[in-house]
């Protein structure tokens, strides 16, 4: 009974409060949206680059129409000279100069292999990675119709597309087939919010709880005596709000969007309950810390971007040193971020993810454990006040 | 004019007083910035992750086969770590996050390739981990093309052509590229440049907002305008100073470490891309008072604060670039100091271009810098009518 009195104490605190309001509502709402506007023009396509041609011959022309035709690149400009094309890239009206030999055909004829310069400025991967790719694919694609025309004479067409390729390989990208930002971005990023948004509302409403009560956390009233209810019931009420968060970023932001979307609801839900509840009583051993409601934003905003690197995701999880590796198990979010990902995006089933959901529930236990020894340190406290 | 100063000289030591009552403040202005500029120049310290993950089903097994995976675990990026029965496993470790990527042989590929029948070898990478599948994609690629291209030279010998003629035969065109000033591809120069600032400007604009609010929350804002003889101008000049100094000293231990201690590539004086910090250290406070000026509560100020400050890391452009982006997020941009710096630091440390082709970048944050002029009666009204709410 006591859990449900703590539960409607805790909702009722929190839908008087405009602040956590903002925080454990609003931000969960709001922040996936803005977040799936500025990554769901996925690629980045006709990366501007100027072409110096000194060859000036009719094979070094047909390679830069093709790198021209190919959709991640558009020669913008062809320059007579390498400090003219370098003035454009110093002017960003290009990111890269592709630098055709004056020997370029001569060699050719000669059979003698043949090189193109490929200069970028390397401000962005994306534009590097852009043109190289651009490049070397159209490089692939002339050397073996060099090869098969001018040095094996096939006889039939199909001995042509033999002779191109020996053996034809063909690359399939799994799980984001059009090698977009959003699909990679913004599953992880929606975890994220939900961890981030859940410290800030619980040490919000932690910290008021303290400017209210004279410096202490739980109000002195006769629910409040025992500390596993309070966890629970205050647990509870975050829990049920954020499966309606759960499933509004599973549902409607991954269709609105057009993310990927191969989990299935069961796995969802079964992961996001301990989910939830670990960062839950993670939020309330971390505002244990907290004195002023202000001070969980000073302290938990800058840390979504270490926490974000740490899970490995955009930062290979083999590249990463073990000692952050070991320290970034204490986090919720690494696991969950990564079991989300590969549920929603990857098809994965709970067993799938097994490594993953241990971790969490190992978390969930600890930090239960860990929140109930605060509250009871809390309500020894108040108890002592009381006499 | 003297009491001008003697004023801000006050309340800046006023702001002393009560930083020293608050280890807390110490902990987000100096520990959290150096906190990041280690944590994300070790996670990178390798530069560009090597060795990842891949898995190999082959189904055919032969010599020829086995003699291709060789060649691909002999790739910079790739670490075949398990080789599978059959697709479906190798797709199932997939989902357990065990691989980025597999390799695919089919049966018979080695018979059919002899007998001149094309087969078919496939690749699969788990593009949700971007970095991780496109590092591994360009192996797996260039495997696969070496593959078609050994049986053509085997073929070549075959009819005679000498070995000095066969690189022109098999690969008439390479490229060669010139990734410039950063060419081993490090990914710490790349992201670590932008990533520690732009945290280091989020905490700016986070503690600027919180430090003017938090008079409004002790309700000693009447007190701080006496002090300042009634003006905003004093008073926020006054308890800004103290910070700005720290502020300052950090923005240039974290360059003195990327480009002194880490030998980042830098192609101006180290003065300059200093400057360049120091400035967008002004227009994150700037920007931060500016947003208090609108709301003039100290959640609302700080709720914008972080929201800018978090949401200016991806519309800076240095992952997914700002060209690609929605327009509303490119005039966004213009207000965004990081963004600003990034320009710089591009145009400057990284390539060493004419500063007058970032002239643009430069303006936008001296006109950032004055933006809190336009809230400063707003403010001291506030100072004077306002009080707390929660």
Sequence with gaps: ?387 | MKEVFLRIWRIGLREIEIFSHRPMYLFVIIIAPLFCLIYFTQIMRSGIPTKMPCGVVDEDNTSTTRSIVRILGAMQNTDIVAHYGSFSEARKAMQKGDIYAFFYIPRNTTDRALASRRPEISFYTADTYYAAGSLLMKDLQTTSELAGLAITRASLTAKGVSPSLMMGILQPITIETHPLNNPTLNYSVYLNNIVVPGLFFLIIMLFTAYTIGYEWKMGTQKELFEMAGESSTIALAGKLWPQTLLYCLIMILIDVYFYKFLDFPLNVSLIRIICAGLLCVFASQALAVFFFGIFLTLRMGMSACSLFGVLQISVSGFTFPLTAMKPVFQYLAWISPLRHYYMLYVNQALNGFKLVYAWPSIVALLVICLLPLTVLSRIAHAFKYVDYKP
């Excluded at chain 1, 009719?58 to 991640?72: G, H, I, N």
């Excluded at chain 1, 020996?166 to 990208?173: G, Q, W």
Aim: proline fraction near 4%; hydrophobic fraction near 45%.
């Design chain 1, 1 to 387: 009974m006591n859990i449900i009195k703590i539960w409607y104490d805790e909702l009722q605190t929190v839908f008087h409060d405009v602040g956590i309001i903002l925080f454990v509502v609003i931000l969960p709402l709001a922040y996936p949206i803005i977040y799936a506007y500025v990554y769901t023009p996925e690629v980045q396509r006709d990366v501007p680059v100027v072409a110096v041609d000194d060859s000036k011959s009719s094979l070094s022309r047909d390679f830069l129409r093709k790198v021209d035709a190919t959709p991640d690149v558009k020669v913008v400009q062809c320059c007579t000279n390498m400090t003219e094309a370098y003035s454009l890239l110093e002017r960003q009206d290009a990111y890269a100069i592709i630098h055709i030999d004056k020997d370029f055909a001569k060699a050719f004829t000669q059979g003698k292999q043949t090189t193109v310069g490929l200069y970028c400025n390397m401000m962005s991967m994306v534009y590097y990675k852009c043109a190289a790719s651009a490049c070397s694919n159209v490089s692939i694609d002339m050397n073996r119709k060099i090869k098969v025309e001018n040095y094996l004479r096939p006889t039939t067409e199909r001995e042509a597309e033999i002779m191109a390729a020996p053996i034809d390989y063909v690359h399939t990208s799994l799980y984001n087939p059009q090698g977009g930002y959003a699909a990679f971005m913004i599953p992880p990023i929606l975890m994220m919010i939900f961890q981030q948004s859940l410290f800030l509302g619980i040490g919000m409403s932690m910290g008021r709880s303290r400017e209210r009560n004279g410096g202490f956390v739980i109000p002195m009233s006769h629910f409040y005596k025992n500390s596993i209810e309070i966890v629970l019931g205050k647990m509870l009420f975050y829990l049920m709000l954020y499966i309606v968060h759960g499933l509004y970023a599973f549902i409607v932001i991954t269709k609105l969007f057009g993310l990927p979307q191969l989990g299935h609801y069961w796995d969802f839900i079964l992961f996001l309950i301990p989910y939830v509840s670990a960062c839950c009583f993670l939020g309330m051993v971390l505002s244990y810390l907290i004195f002023r409601r202000e001070d969980c934003m000073l302290i938990f905003v800058f840390m979504s971007l270490p926490l974000y690197f740490m899970c490995g995701l955009s930062w290979p999880g083999s590249a990463i040193p073990d000692g952050i590796r070991y320290f970034s198990y204490l986090f919720p979010s690494t696991f969950g971020l990564n079991a989300y990902m590969r549920i929603t995006g990857m098809g994965a089933s709970i067993s799938d993810v097994s490594f993953e959901m241990k971790g969490i529930a190992i978390q969930t236990v600890v930090y239960f454990a860990l929140a109930c020894l605060i509250y009871m340190k809390k309500i020894r406290q108040v108890l002592k006040r009381e006499a």
